[in-house]
C-alpha cells in the first residue's frame, strides 16, 4: 500500500490542478462576454490541442493572453495527467504481482498451519481468536474485494475457490494440519472436504453445516468435527431461557469466560445439558451418566427443574426430566447423544 499511495495523492492533484486550469479559463472568456458553453468548448479544445478552430475571433490582447495561458497549463497538465495515470496503473500491476508472489512464498513456507476457507463471520471470529493464540493460518476467498479487506487486517489471504483442487494445493493442503471449511453452502463444504481428504488423508477437517441433514454427509465424506452454527445459537438462547441464572454465570462473569477460553484451549467446553423428560435417562445417576459417556465428559454442577443448584454434586445423585446439567468435556453434542440414545430406548 505504500508503493501505491504516493501515485494516488499525484494524481489527485494532478486532477485537482486541471480542474482549477479548466475552471479558470472558462470564467476567463466568460468576463469576456462568451457564453458558458462556448467558453468551455473553447477551453477543452485548447487543453486537449485538438485545434478545430477558435468559436470566436481571438481579436484581444486579453483573448490572446487568456489563450496563451490556458495552452500553457492545460497543456502542462495533460501531460502531467497521462504521465501520473501510467504511473498510477503500472503500479498497480506491479504491486499485484509481487503482492501475490510475496504472499506464495509465505504460505509455501508455512507447516502445520490452519486453512480457512471462506471469510464470512465466522471465519472473522475465526481468524481473530487463531491470530491470538499464535497459530499459523491462511484464508482462502473467492471475493477479490473481500480478499483485499482480509490483508488489511494482516492475516494471510488467497483469492481463489476452495472447491479447486488446485487452490487447496496453492494453500499447502498437503503440509496443513487442520481445514476449517465455514462456507455457508452445505454442498460446497461437502465438496471441499471430499477434495481436502483425498489430498491429505491425516488431515483434521472441521466443516461447518447449515442443516442438520448435511451432518452425516460432512462425516461420510471425512470431516472430522462438525459445527452446526444454527443449532448451537438455539442450545444457548434455550439454555438463557430455561436456566437464566446459570447461563449468566457462565457466560457473564470474568472469571467463567476466562475459564471457558482456557477450557477451549484445552479442546474442551462448558455448557448446559438438559435432562430429557419421560426417557429412559430419567432417574439415573451422576456415575452411570458419566461412565455411559466413556470419559466425554464430567458433571460439575445440577440446575433442578424446581430451581436448586447442586454443586459438585457426588457419583449417587440422580438426574431427573428437566435438569440441567453442566457439563466439562469435549462437547456436549456426546451428551446428547447419550440421551436421544436413553430416550429410544425408553419408546422401545
Known sequence: MNLLGQPGRTLNRIIAFNLLVVAVATLAYMHAGWSFVDASYMVLLTVYTVGYGEVHPIDTSYLHTITILTMIFGCTGTILLT???????????????????????????????????????????????????GRKFVILE?????????????????????????????????????LACVLPDDAANVFITLSARSLNPAIEIIARGEVPSTENKLKQAGADKVVLPAHIGAERIAEMILYPQTSRFLR????????????????????????????????????????????QFFVVQINRRDGDAVTAPAPATKLFGGDGMVIIGRSGSAARALFEAEAQAGEG
Request: one cysteine or more.
Open 83 to 133: 504521465g501520473a495515470l501510467v504511473q498510477f496503473l503500472t503500479i498497480s500491476q506491479l504491486q499485484q504481482i509481487f503482492g501475490g508472489k510475496r504472499m506464495q512464498t509465505e504460505i509455501d513456507k508455512l507447516r502445520d498451519h490452519v486453512i480457512i476457507v471462506g471469510f464470512g463471520r465466522i471465519g472473522l471470529m475465526l481468524a481473530k481468536e487463531l491470530k491470538t493464540a
Open 142 to 178: 473467492v471475493d477479490e474485494h473481500r480478499a483485499e479487506a482480509v490483508r488489511e487486517l494482516g492475516h494471510l489471504c488467497m483469492v481463489g475457490d476452495g472447491t479447486s483442487e488446485e487452490t487447496l494445493k496453492s494453500a499447502g493442503i498437503e503440509r496443513a494440519r487442520t
Open 252 to 295: 457473564s462473569s470474568i472469571e467463567m469466560q476466562e475459564l471457558d477460553h482456557s477450557l477451549h484451549g484445552l479442546g474442551l467446553e462448558m455448557e448446559v445439558v438438559v435432562v430429557p423428560h419421560d426417557s429412559a435417562a430419567d432417574g439415573i445417576t451422576v456415575e452411570t451418566v458419566e461412565r455411559r459417556a466413556n470419559g
